[in-house]
């Protein structure tokens, strides 16, 4: 009883470590890299550190990003694995696996070449079963083609693609569901499907009934399609630009609202891309405060900030330090945790984390 004691004093203290002084960061930064933390206590054990193979450092600094993602029953998190972390674990998934759980996310959302999962490859299989060890569940990044769009054929074959890959597996083995990344407003010039007669425009095409409103309404339904086939069991997640929302707010878009969104997926990821926390933040809320319609307290929202490599689409905190990322972490928890709808703080991508987190500061 008194050790069980000692672990709740221990981490009230990290939490609230976390939980302090939002507008300066220092003092928060300097309790948690130097506060005890009992490394079983947070979910990951020193066999899982020791298959991570990280430094004293790193070991360090996934402490802090723990603490600072999981608090207040607050910090279902998850992550963007691609093929160029699938390609640099070729030969170590089992390493991979533990340097995402010794960072705290309960939530892979991976992407490897689709022959990987039609053949059931024997990386994708232990890289699942590895982080279904750790209880980390893995969701198939499918349902990203904009020819879907003028094909709803594409979406029985995606959704046949991941079915038929569980059914051929081990139950560990096994994609908790699919994670979809269906973007209307990428649906423009060389990426639009040739057989579409209007495309996304930023400047001229919203407006009720506009191309940018055909576009949503087409994603809605190709998600509703892909929710009506998948069995039962299997999750289904989307990645939504912030900005939709806004427009709906606006009375420029009828559709791609939150909860028309949740209404097919069990929970959805804002992609609120910026520098900076404040800004992730103000993209996010109207996001939020339009999913409190949502009755079902199961559908949820997370905030997914970028930390991506070589990406000059947007902006994002590859170029700010790991104790920035801290602090919007913090400023983020802190911030969604007063909507029952919030989910937790998403990452894109692993790669981009990675060099952060080995970063020398």
Request: proline share 3%; hydrophobic share 35%; net charge negative.
């Amino acid at each position: 009883m008194k050790k069980e004691l000692l672990l709740s004093i221990l981490v009230g203290m990290t939490i609230s470590a976390c939980e302090e002084n939002n507008t300066s960061y220092g003092s928060t930064y300097e309790e948690i890299k130097n506060e005890i933390i009992d490394e079983g206590n947070m979910g990951v054990s020193e066999e899982c550190i020791e298959a991570a193979r990280i430094t004293k450092e790193m070991e360090e600094r996934a402490r802090q990003y723990r603490s600072c993602t999981h608090r207040e029953n607050v910090g279902t998190n998850g992550v963007y694995v691609y093929s160029q972390s699938v390609e640099k674990y070729k030969t170590a998934p089992e390493q991979l696996a533990a340097r995402i759980k010794v960072l705290g996310f309960a939530d892979v959302y991976l992407s490897p070449k689709k022959a990987l999962i039609a053949s059931a490859d024997p990386w994708v299989r232990t890289f699942i079963s590895t982080l279904r060890k750790y209880g980390i569940n893995t969701h198939a990044i499918r349902i990203t083609d904009n020819k879907l769009y003028v094909n709803e054929a594409k979406v029985s074959e995606e959704v046949a693609l991941i079915t038929k890959y569980n059914d051929s597996v081990l139950p560990e083995e096994r994609f908790y569901g699919i994670a979809a990344d269906l973007e209307p407003h990428t649906c423009k010039g060389k990426n639009k499907p040739q057989e579409l007669s209007y495309e996304w425009d930023s400047q001229t095409g919203y407006g009720i009934g506009g191309p940018n409103d055909k576009l949503l309404q087409l994603t809605l339904e190709r998600l509703q399609k892909a929710d009506d086939l998948l069995p039962e069991q299997l999750q289904l997640n989307e990645a939504v630009h912030y900005n939709y929302q806004i427009k709906v707010d606006e009375n420029e878009l009828s559709y791609g609202t939150i909860p028309q969104f949740l209404k097919s997926c069990d929970w959805v990821i804002i992609m609120a891309y910026s520098s900076n926390k404040e800004s992730i933040w103000n993209k996010s809320e109207p996001s939020l405060k339009a999913a409190s319609a949502v009755k079902e307290r199961t559908k949820t929202v997370s905030i997914c900030v970028k930390t991506a490599i070589n990406d000059k689409d947007s902006e994002g905190l590859q170029s700010k330090k790991w104790k920035y990322l801290l602090e919007t972490a913090e400023y983020i928890l802190d911030k969604g945790k007063s909507y029952a709808s919030f989910r937790g703080f998403d990452i894109f991508t692993y790669e981009g984390l990675e060099a952060m987190w080995e970063k020398e500061e």
